[in-house]
């Protein structure tokens, strides 16, 4: 297996609060990887610091081999980093075409085509990401009237504007219904295969994330605390402790 993105030793302290201790770990090509743990568990700390919103204190982050402790976002995004976000971000008042045709100009860097309409770049491009997230029939409409199911589905087509190789996801299912969890999860699993994206993602639904993905990694107050498939992390005692013991649940 390919590593896509390499972990190691990250640690972030705010004050005299070690947000996140001496954290490692790995994940290749075509592979779920779910980042779990009760809240303040370190987990947003660490999922930033892979994005290069926060900078560690110690440790390394690589992707596809390269350092990328200290470098902005953006140019971690330029690298094939994308990341969907809890709350969805897209543009309410443009068209969901509109939306995916703008990721696609930033990619290409067709920002400056001042002489070129914006409406008139990658309209076909953008129908088959459409296409593929499965709200081609939406394309006309304005992010602001859609369900929130299918905003989430918007975002993962914007995400994938970018070609990533490592896909970057906060709570995917946040908000959502639970039978729209499982249709969304299974149509990133199938993206993810056949794209052969690195995702790694949080998520507070214990369904999304031992139903989904390949192995989970869970942090504890700002460790990692337990590694491995679902039922090695389900079967933790550790694990079983935090989520089940006086500390309670996520």
């Known amino acids: 297996m390919s590593a896509v993105l390499a972990v190691e030793r990250l640690s972030k302290a705010f004050g005299g609060v070690q947000a996140v201790q001496g954290v490692s770990f790995a994940l290749g090509e075509g592979e779920l990887l779910a980042m779990i743990g009760p809240n303040g568990a370190g987990k947003t700390t660490c999922f930033n610091m892979v994005n290069g919103q926060l900078a560690p204190d110690s440790g390394s982050v690589r992707i596809g081999g390269v350092?990328?402790?200290?470098?902005?976002?953006?140019?971690?995004?330029?690298?094939?980093?994308?990341?969907?976000?809890?709350?969805?971000?897209?543009?309410?008042?443009?068209?969901?075409?509109?939306?995916?045709?703008?990721?696609?100009?930033?990619?290409?860097?067709?920002l400056a085509s001042l002489w070129t309409?914006?409406?008139?770049?990658?309209?076909?491009?953008?129908d088959r990401l459409l296409e593929r997230v499965g709200i081609r029939e939406?394309?006309?409409?304005?992010?602001?009237?859609?369900?929130?199911?299918?905003?989430?589905?918007?975002?993962l087509a914007v995400a994938l504007a970018n070609e990533p190789r490592l896909l970057l996801m906060d709570e995917p299912t946040a908000?959502?219904?639970?039978?729209?969890?499982?249709?969304?999860?299974?149509l990133v699993g199938e993206i993810v295969r056949e794209r052969r994206i690195a995702v790694l993602y949080t998520e507070h639904d214990m369904d999304v994330v031992f139903?989904?993905?390949d192995r989970v990694i869970v942090l504890d107050r700002g460790r990692l605390i337990a590694s491995g498939?679902?039922?090695?992390?389900?079967?933790?005692?550790?694990?079983?402790q935090v989520y089940l013991g006086s500390r309670g649940r996520a």
């Open 211 to 213: 139903g989904h993905a």
């Open 67 to 110: 350092d990328t402790v200290g470098r902005p976002p953006r140019e971690i995004w330029r690298m094939g980093v994308g990341r969907t976000f809890q709350i969805t971000a897209t543009f309410a008042s443009m068209t969901v075409r509109e939306n995916v045709q703008m990721a696609l100009i930033s990619h290409r860097r067709r």
């Open 138 to 155: 939406q394309a006309e409409r304005a992010c602001s009237v859609l369900a929130y199911g299918d905003l989430k589905r918007v975002e």
């Open 117 to 126: 309409r914006a409406a008139s770049l990658y309209r076909d491009e953008a």
């Open 229 to 240: 498939t679902g039922d090695e992390v389900r079967d933790n005692p550790e694990v079983r």
């Open 175 to 186: 908000g959502m219904a639970p039978k729209e969890r499982i249709t969304l999860m299974e």
